[in-house]
């Protein structure tokens, strides 16, 4: 197996794991709405968006040297990074502006339960968007 192909075969395995990050977040944070052990779900939603954050993020692939990792951060990948924060963004917004609109009435929801779902729509969606652009441009 050659270069290419293991560059291909990690790239697809971490757009997969994208996918999986996105929906044990968001799994994460549906639990921690629940009123077993919402502390604890806390905790474990915090965590995987810190990781999807770096996972997002060139840091984690620009600390590897070598020529592995150099196919791997390429013009393309860092474009589909730019457009998947640049989604994330507008979903945050998106979220942001219906937590507002929700505001005017009566809500349960606290000011940290509509953070966690502004980030968690910003993180989400930004990691969703990059797994499908990876995955597609992998074909």
């Known amino acids: 197996m050659d270069l290419i192909d293991q ?3 990690k790239a697809h395995a971490r757009a997969l794991g ?18 077993w052990r919402p502390s604890f779900f806390q905790g474990m939603w915090l ?3 810190l990781v999807s954050t770096l996972y997002l993020s ?20 860092r ?17 942001a502006a219906g937590m507002l609109m929700l505001s005017g009435g009566a809500t349960a929801l606290t000011l940290g339960d509509g953070a966690r779902l502004i980030f968690t729509a910003a993180i989400v969606v930004a990691q969703v968007r990059l797994a499908t652009l990876e995955l597609r441009a992998a074909r």
């Open 7 to 9: 560059a291909e075969r």
């Open 18 to 35: 994208l996918y999986v990050f996105a929906g044990f977040t968001v799994l994460f944070l549906a639990f921690s709405f629940s009123t």
């Open 47 to 49: 965590g995987f968006t």
């Open 58 to 77: 060139p840091l984690a692939t620009r600390l590897k040297n070598g020529p592995l990792a150099q196919l791997l951060e390429d013009e393309v990948t």
């Open 79 to 95: 474009e589909h990074r730019r457009v998947s924060s640049e989604s994330g963004f507008w979903a945050a917004l998106v979220a």
